[in-house]
């Protein structure tokens, strides 16, 4: 039973550990802040306004000392979301263990690191997919051999569902990763063949579990079936329990709602039972998201909550005391056989055009994943799929918990940040500088080498070298990647039919164009900093297009400069910003002054994300046109909203044909 916890600073996310144990967690889930997971040093310019938001800031092996401090890791079970910089983190971890006397042979925990599916979902990659899958596979063969409690890959269908993933894509695309991963160790011949067995054993998984009960049980009975037929009939696996399906599970965050946020309690708990209900595929973690995680970043007392319902269940329900108690049911096979049969078709395509890595370097993938969460945000919109309090049942009493929205969420203080970097500085000081650049080029030298990169990071751990120098050493030698943004190739969610509210914006955009005398509308979708949640700006570009905006979308993390630059350069007609790591207070105005500062008065700016109602108002007074938030579900009439804001910048009336229009507001 875990939360996913960490903010602010080290000490401040130690403090917060330690509350939670006592609250009677039996493991840790590690939030790290943006840089950490981006290979990025909290004083980085992309790092600005970032450093602590939405998880903790580990810098250099002084950070990790100070994250679990009085925690012994030996008896600890620690999970890591961190991907793209795993190995280092993991380094870092044995480092300090190590420093406790520990036993590493003893140490048990996860590491997610499934840079693949960074490329679809979240947007934390920062190599090119071969250099990336090299770094799983060092990792794998070095904690078989050296950490063997240890799972060094978590495979993540969490982050696709979240990406738009049916649930049939959700089994097959990370049932290709698997597949990728596995073939990569055996072949690498890091593993002797006697030994696959054991590689098999550490691999986890990471699941997503919505709100569509009987489908979400049924999925993870397919899966468990699903893995157990690669693993005997592709690697040959004897030991039923080297080939037992181990997951985790986080419920559904996709589905958490702004509006009457106390219906995420319920959805919630219902997510819980999906997983946990079938004995026969029960996972073996569940960590649970907060009810307010949709308005900002959760208390302590939220997660408290969260907590709680897992101990309810588990310790005055007796819903754990029995077998499966869906064997035998017909509706139940009949379901699981469908998705099964479903997935195994998409993994034959996937398999076909050479495996996941050029399924994802083509764009195929991520093109089907903005098509599929396209084609679900239209079934809202059109009120075919019923979310209560959105789309349906939307009268409300007024909510206690939301009355103060300031006190709703918890604020990450503007002086955690000026407190890392002012460490990260004295860290640099203080530490041997020679032997830190010595680590570095021996790990530099490695990474040219086909030898396992996983010493050489331990070396670097133990010389002081910090996160940004040890990933940008990588860069140097593997480069960079930008994985594609899935918008071009994905197809139309909702047709303009005559009437509809598509078809009048469509002419609203059109009309706009031929009054300024432009072939069509342009807009800039922006992705600011370091978040790479991408799902919501894919959604807005793809209706943008369809609705015949000319959208110029370059993918995430960029920096303010970079996006007024091409704004400029492309003669945008507006310019639309999306975060959701809780920068926009930093990045926003910062936007907002560069271009003023290139003369340009008259293209407007508006924002989406998980905005408090307090910094959407302070950011409207510091210019901004427009604010969405998670509430604001209807994207045709966001797109509608946008052509209004370009006419106010231009000094015309609203649209007209548009009786919903509250450009004013």
Not at 18 to 26: C, D, E, P
Not at 177 to 187: E, P, Q, S
Not at 560 to 579: K, N, R
Request: net charge negative; proline share 4%; aromatic share 6%.
């Amino acid at each position: 039973m875990r939360t996913y916890a960490g903010h602010s600073t080290a000490s401040d996310s130690n403090a917060l550990y330690r509350r939670n144990l006592a609250k009677g967690q039996t493991g840790l889930s590690v939030a790290f802040d943006l840089p950490t997971q981006t290979g990025y040093d909290s004083d980085h310019v992309l790092a600005r306004g970032e450093v602590g938001r939405v998880g903790v800031p580990v810098g250099h092996v002084g950070d990790m000392r100070t994250l679990f401090d009085g925690i012994p890791l030996e008896q600890t079970n620690t999970s890591m979301t961190i991907n793209a910089t795993a190995m280092w983190l993991l380094a870092l971890y044995q480092v300090v263990a190590e420093e406790q006397g520990a036993d590493i042979a003893k140490l048990t925990g996860t590491t997610q690191n499934d840079i693949v599916k960074e490329y679809l979902s979240r947007g934390t990659h920062v190599f090119p997919p071969g250099p990336s899958v090299r770094l799983i596979t060092d990792m794998i063969a070095y904690t078989v051999a050296n950490i063997p409690k240890w799972n060094p890959i978590n495979i993540c269908s969490y982050h696709l569902q979240e990406a738009g993933a049916t649930p049939v894509q959700e089994i097959a695309y990370s049932m290709c990763t698997a597949i990728a991963v596995l073939d990569a160790v055996r072949d690498s011949g890091q593993v002797p063949a006697e030994r696959m067995g054991e590689v098999v054993g550490r691999i986890s998984f990471f699941v997503n579990a919505g709100v569509r009960f009987v489908e979400e049980m049924c999925k993870m009975r397919a899966f468990s079936r699903l893995w157990e037929k690669v693993t005997r009939e592709r690697y040959g696996i004897e030991d039923a329990k080297q080939r037992r399906f181990r997951y985790g599970v986080q419920v559904n965050s996709l589905g958490l709602t702004e509006a009457q946020p106390e219906n995420n309690v319920q959805r919630i708990v219902l997510e819980m039972l999906a997983v946990t209900l079938s004995k026969d595929a029960r996972a073996r973690a569940v960590q649970l998201p907060a009810w307010n995680e949709a308005l900002g970043l959760p208390r302590p007392w939220d997660q408290q909550w969260s907590l709680r319902i897992q101990q309810v269940l588990a310790y005055e329900s007796d819903l754990l005391e029995y077998g499966d108690i869906f064997n035998g049911s017909t509706v139940v096979e009949a379901k699981t056989d469908e998705l099964l049969a479903g997935a195994e078709a998409e993994i034959a395509k996937v398999l076909e055009m050479g495996g996941v890595i050029p399924a994802v370097e083509s764009g195929y993938l991520k093109s089907n994943l903005v098509a599929s969460h396209a084609a679900r945000r239209a079934r809202i919109e059109a009120g075919e799929d019923k979310i209560v309090g959105v789309n349906c049942f939307d009268t409300t009493e007024e909510s206690p918990l939301t009355a103060d929205l300031d006190t709703a969420i918890m604020v990450v203080d503007p002086a955690s940040e000026r407190s890392v970097l002012a460490g990260l500085e004295q860290w640099r000081a203080g530490r041997d500088e020679a032997a830190a650049q010595t680590a570095l080029e021996h790990l530099k030298a490695t990474a040219a080498t086909t030898d396992n990169l996983m010493q050489a990071t331990l070396a670097c751990a133990r010389a002081g070298v910090t996160t940004g120098e040890w990933a940008f050493a990588l860069r140097e030698v593997f480069g960079e990647y930008r994985a594609p943004t899935g918008v071009g190739g994905a197809a139309v969610a909702v047709a303009a039919e005559p009437g509809g509210e598509l078809a009048a914006v469509r002419e609203a955009v059109a009309a706009k164009a031929a009054e300024l005398g432009t072939g069509k509308l342009r807009l800039l979708v922006g992705k600011p900093g370091l978040d790479g949640h991408s799902n919501g700006a894919e959604q807005i570009a793809v209706r943008a297009r369809d609705a015949g905006f000319e959208v110029v979308y370059q993918g995430i993390r960029l920096t303010p400069e970079q996006i007024v630059s091409a704004a400029v350069a492309e003669d945008v007609h507006c310019v639309g910003l999306s975060i959701l790591s809780g920068a926009h207070p930093e990045l926003v105005p910062d936007v907002l002054q560069r271009l003023r500062r290139t003369g340009v008065e008259d293209v407007p700016v508006i924002v989406g994300g998980i905005i408090p109602a307090a910094d959407a108002e302070a950011l409207k007074a510091a210019g901004v046109a427009a604010v969405f938030t998670p509430k604001d579900f209807g994207i045709t009439t966001i797109i509608g909203r946008i052509v209004d804001e370009i006419r106010l910048a231009n000094r015309l009336q609203p649209w007209a044909a548009a009786p919903h229009s509250t450009a004013t507001s």
